[in-house]
């Protein structure tokens, strides 16, 4: 299997949340058993040799492949979640989007200052998400941090934000 037959699963969906909006549906490629674990290779062939101690997902694509990876690697799973969705006591970072500002959450327990980080979504577009979440992880005061996508779409440069982390890794490029 290769990486063009999962690009190729990939569905299109016009004006998805909004006009004027192609979105990259990765569903297609979930549902399919072959396809998913082959990305869950691939991914672990990556990174089982930089010592992670934790995957961070974002909500909430990131909460798919992250933890299949996570327990692959047999390290732990956090998630990044949206304002008022983790139970326990919490610290957030805000982001502009395209169509407004969002916050989100990591636990105040989720990580340490020995944590070496693979931070995780699917997508990585103008990087607005994925730069919040690093900066959170950032707080913690983690040894590394390793930032992962599935897909990046190249011409929005979310990559530029991302310009501090250890390393910028997508498997499918658009």
Known sequence: MSLEKIKAGIRDVPDFPHPGIMFKDLTTVFKNGNDLQEIASMLYDKYKETGLTKIVGIESRGFITGPILAEKLGVGFVPVRKKGKLPADTIEESYSKEYGVDIIQIHKDALNADDVVLLHDDLLATGGTMKAAYNLVKKFGVKTVYVNCLVELDFLKGRD?????????SLIHF
């Not at 934000?161 to 890794?169: D, I, M, Q, S, W």
């Open 161 to 169: 934000t991302l310009e501090e982390a250890n390393e910028v890794y």
